[in-house]
């Protein structure tokens, strides 16, 4: 006998439910970042049907959802303009073998090191960016940004924006779109909300004729089955230095992006992924769609956010989207193309307002203000520049805030023992930060003959420290005293070892450190 298990049933629908929604979804985005790029709009639905798909089977978040994105496609749009598509096609294979390869060297770890002040900028940046994003949609057929799904710099001030009624019906089946989306789950969680919203709306231009903009003024999206393609280019050098900057370029905003968004919805769902899985299954996808002329892709916070609120948490989600989006590819183009556009960009409204961190202007006054400036400098670049630039400024800044705060920790206090001994004792790092305060704590002069310095509360981090011990060392040698060094721990030990010669002084009894070690264990 068969079990039916409701929770699973009901998993199941909820993931193929907010699937349909997202691949709805999709349909736009995908379209708009294929022009971006400069490439036909197949070439970016092919990338999000494919890249959808491979990681929703074997990467390493469930409820993730994966496609052609704005980050990848600005980059791209230099190597088309240059070389044509074939280039990108072969491009984003490297890009794949390269994530592979981070996947497998598990990589994905070193996403611990970014802060939440950096994740909190790339959250509210991206939601900056997807709101401009839709504004496009405001200005009328043909000016800057329309067509593209993005303002590129500058355009936004001297775009045309429509006016009268095409305005007015615009704005109001946004409305509409965004009230159903907020108010229906307070009725019913039946169907996502998001999908409630777009299909009303949708019967409603259709039903009264209403003179809006829809999915197919944008282009069409009929074609058929992507095909296995070898990119048409020399295999040779040549090809190699042209493509491999721009792989490693995209293959490090793919990941980056892919495992933020991965941080995102494990806090969200309360759920764990897994980083490295997720680089093989990017790595996967984008290696089989740059064979089968796709234009690669990586994780979509917009989408998986509606992914995720529209109840869709397992890879089924992932899946369904992907097949939906084919099937719209193959069979419904006709039906997709009369979608209002209004409906999609109520929907990617709402997922601004949900992605927002609204708490960061509440938590501004009240962090340090080197954080609330990495915040506000990670949201204003990624909006400036791309993610990858933000994500890598925002850690770097990040870094020396830590540096620069931890080396005034570092603090020697001074006193004499019953053994006739001068002791320094130290508490506090010493690393490449901290050397000059520590140095300037040490007086040879005004030490007894025979000198401890303690560092059992102290940890020597970096070749740096070793030279300001190898610098205090001869100080005390040219003063003709003795130097103890106690408490040393188990990592300086071992970066005494590694140096070798690097640290020159022989200072007394021991030269295998060239520094004397006692014990008091």
């Known amino acids: 006998m068969f079990e039916i298990h409701p929770a699973r049933v009901t998993t199941a629908k909820n993931d193929i439910l907010s699937g349909l929604t ?7 985005e995908a379209i708009a970042f294929a022009f971006v790029a400069g490439v036909e709009p197949l070439v970016g639905l092919y990338a999000a049907f494919m890249v959808g798909l491979i990681t929703a089977c074997i990467g390493g978040r469930p409820g993730m959802i994966s496609g052609a994105t704005g980050a990848l496609a600005v980059v791209m749009v230099a190597l088309v303009a240059d070389h044509g598509v074939e280039y990108l096609f072969a491009t984003v294979v490297l890009m794949g073998i390269l994530q592979i390869t981070a996947g497998a060297l598990r990589l994905g770890k070193f996403i611990r090191m970014v802060p939440y002040p950096v994740m909190l900028g790339f959250v509210n940046g991206l939601a900056i960016v997807i709101f401009l994003a839709q504004l496009s949609q405001f200005g009328e ?8 799904g993005t303002f590129m710099q500058g355009s936004i001030v001297d775009v045309a ?3 009268g009624d095409q305005l007015y019906m615009l704005v109001g089946l946004v409305a509409l779109t965004m009230a159903i989306i907020h108010f229906l789950p307070k009725f019913t969680t039946a169907i996502p909300s998001s999908l409630a919203a777009i299909v009303v709306v949708s019967l409603l231009v259709i039903g009264f004729n209403l003179d809006t903009r829809v999915v197919g003024d944008v282009a069409s999206i009929a074609g058929g089955l992507p095909t296995f393609h070898i990119p048409t280019v020399p295999m040779n050098f040549e090809t190699l230095k042209i493509i491999f900057p721009y792989a490693v370029i995209l293959a490090a905003i793919g990941l980056i992006e892919s495992l933020l968004t991965l941080r995102l919805v494990d806090e969200i769902t309360e759920t764990r992924g897994r980083g490295n899985k997720e680089c093989v299954g990017q790595g ?5 769609t740059g064979l089968f ?3 690669g892709g990586c994780a979509m916070i917009g989408q998986s956010m509606i992914n995720v609120n529209s109840g869709g948490r397992g890879r089924l989600s992932g899946i369904s989207a992907a097949l939906f ?3 719209f590819i193959l069979f419904a183009s006709p039906l997709i193309e009369q979608i209002p556009l209004a409906a999609l960009i109520g929907v990617m409204f709402i997922v601004v307002i949900g ?11 009240k962090v340090p203000r080197s954080d609330a400036l990495i915040l506000i400098l990670v949201s204003t670049v990624t909006v400036a520049t791309d993610l990858a630039l933000a994500v890598i400024a925002g850690v770097i800044v990040s870094a020396l805030v830590f540096a620069w705060e931890h080396a005034k920790h570092i603090n020697v206090a001074t006193r004499d023992d019953h053994k006739d001994s001068t002791v320094y004792a130290v508490s506090g790092p010493l690393f490449f930060g901290s050397v000059t305060s520590f140095l300037e704590q040490f007086d040879p002069a005004r030490s007894l003959d025979d000198v401890v310095v303690d560092f059992a509360e102290s940890r020597v981090c970096d070749h740096s420290g070793l030279e300001a011990i190898d610098t205090l060392a001869e100080r005390y040698l040219n003063a003709g005293k003795t130097l103890h060094l106690v408490h040393l721990n188990a990592e300086c030990r071992s970066l005494l070892r590694k140096a070798g010669n690097l640290v020159e002084v022989n200072v007394i009894e021991d030269p295998r450190y060239f520094i004397a070690e006692d014990s008091l264990d």
Do not use: D, H, K, Q
């Not at 992605?355 to 006054?365: K, N, Q, V």
């Open 141 to 148: 057929p043909g000016e800057p940004g329309w067509l593209n």
């Open 284 to 288: 996967i996808a984008n290696t089989v």
């Open 355 to 365: 992605t927002f961190e609204w708490s960061s202007f509440r938590i501004l006054g």
């Open 22 to 28: 997202v691949a709805l979804a999709l349909v736009p």
């Open 293 to 295: 002329g796709g234009m």
């Open 161 to 163: 924006w429509m006016s």
């Open 325 to 327: 989006l084919l099937a």
